[in-house]
């Protein structure tokens, strides 16, 4: 077993690391862009150029309420091509009929999406260009809704985003935050670069993992006193589900086993919610099949109550007992398998962090561990963290930012230590069989 353990901070590596992750996923893509009426149809205009900037090919439709607003000039400038507006418009249904524009894109993403728009995408109206188009394609369709917070709040649109959800339409935001109308509340088109970030994963994957099953753990667990009562830590999940979204961005087949959180799931990722430990270990088992990496961002439970008691504990005396017994650990037991995946854990350690986390990679035998400092508001429940990754041969440093952005370091390295493994591989076997070979045809002449 090889235990080499290098020092050094490399800085560059991880900024190459993140791009890597990227990986031109939206390289080609044929993007439908609808634009609908409303103040927020301004920050299309950058969307569009954010979107030519990844390599993405944009036909941008406007309706005639958004016409209002922006003209169709900025948006053709921006994308390179005419902007389509109208369905009865001879000469562009001659170019590209409405039903060959449908067919064209991979993607149909709608931003900003006016709550006159959703209602009737929801009924199913085709009484313009956009609403024609959404209809009559096979691609996915993303929504991104932009319009006052009251708007948003009232029970017709909340009935019609439900039925759009419900139908596998893709939800991007809104945002909280200040209004144009002067309001405060949720209703904010979100901004170009994080609606950039969301559709990425609704595009036929490309990337490094295209083909790989990538199962991941993340948020806390609830081990069970009593119907009312629970055992559990601080996890919210954050920092789990930004590498669920990093590997799918990165092309993988990504399940995402959760513990109790209140996140949304990652586009084009599977979600499995469980509750317990024992429930976790379990929807794991029955997942790992096939699985190519496998991620414990969980805070799972380490001991559980001996016994769930079946009726509320009455507080009949001044102390009470709980007796705890461990819980099963997965990461140990999926590294010890016969069907072991590429090992990646996290440490959440409250002090000497590296020390602990070494002694975890070596102990639970992964091939990568992030550690992070824990305690006093840090890792645990925020939206930023640090780590610090270590695997045998190589040790680097990632300095606080937003968990989506570290994600996106951390999975980057991930894949180049995996895809190394899988390279390393491939040329110990090519040498056995070479000397497998070797040894055959020598033992032929000397018989
Ligand atoms: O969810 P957030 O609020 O975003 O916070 C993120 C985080 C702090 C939870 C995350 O970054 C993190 O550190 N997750 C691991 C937490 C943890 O339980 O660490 P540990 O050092 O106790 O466990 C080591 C590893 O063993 C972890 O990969 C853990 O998932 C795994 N484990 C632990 C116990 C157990 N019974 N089964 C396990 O698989």
């Known amino acids: 077993m090889v235990q080499r353990y290098a020092g050094g901070v490399r800085s560059s590596y991880r900024a190459r690391m993140a791009q890597k992750a990227d990986n031109h996923v939206m390289q080609g893509k044929r993007i439908l862009l609808g634009v609908t009426g409303g103040i927020a149809a301004y920050k299309s205009a950058d969307l569009v150029r954010r979107l030519v900037e990844h390599g993405a090919q944009v036909q941008v439709v406007m309706t005639a309420a958004a016409r209002e607003f922006v003209t169709p000039t900025t948006f053709q400038a921006l994308s390179g091509r005419a902007v389509r507006t109208d369905l009865w418009d001879p000469a562009a249904e001659a170019a590209m009929g409405h039903i060959e524009l449908a067919r064209w894109a991979e993607l149909v993403l709608v931003a900003p999406a006016s709550a006159d728009f959703l209602a009737r995408l929801a009924h199913g109206l085709a009484d313009d260009l956009l609403t024609t188009l959404c209809l009559a394609t096979a691609a996915p369709i993303a929504v991104a ?66 083909g790989r099953r990538v199962l991941l753990t993340a948020g806390p667990t609830r081990e069970c006193i009593d119907p009312v009562r629970f055992v559990s830590n601080r996890s919210s999940g954050k920092m789990g589900f930004a590498m669920a979204e990093s590997m799918r961005a990165a092309g993988a087949d990504v399940v995402l086993i959760s513990g109790p959180v209140f996140l949304p799931t990652p586009p084009g990722v599977r979600r499995i919610d469980v509750e317990s430990a024992e429930q976790m270990y379990a929807a794991v088992q029955r997942e790992l099949p096939g699985t190519a990496i496998f991620i414990g961002t969980a805070a799972v439970a380490d001991y559980r109550p001996v016994a769930c008691a079946p009726q509320k504990i009455k507080k009949n005396s001044e102390t009470l007992a709980l007796e705890l017994t461990r819980t099963t650990d997965i990461l140990l037991q999926v590294s010890a398998g016969a069907q072991r995946p590429f090992m990646v854990g996290f440490a959440a350690e409250t002090n000497a962090v590296e020390h602990y986390a070494l002694a975890k990679l070596l102990a639970k035998n992964l091939d990568l561990i992030a550690a992070n400092e824990v305690g006093h508001a840090k890792a645990f429940d925020s939206d930023d963290n640090s780590l610090l990754v270590l695997w045998r041969g190589g040790r680097l440093e990632l300095p606080v930012s937003s968990k989506r952005e570290l994600a996106r370091a951390l999975t980057g390295v991930i894949i180049e230590q995996y895809l190394a493994q899988l390279a390393a591989r491939d040329r110990d076997s090519a040498a056995q069989h070479d000397s497998a070979e070797l040894a055959t045809r020598e033992g032929a002449r000397a018989s």
């Open 145 to 210: 809704p932009a319009m006052n917070q009251l708007m948003w709040s009232n029970a017709a649109t909340r009935s019609n985003v439900d039925l759009l959800t419900s139908r596998g339409m893709h939800l991007i935001g809104p945002a909280v935050g200040d209004q144009a109308c002067g309001e405060y509340g949720p209703g904010r088109l979100l901004e170009p670069m994080e609606i950039v970030s969301q559709i990425a994963p609704l595009l036929a994957p490309a990337g490094p993992l295209v």
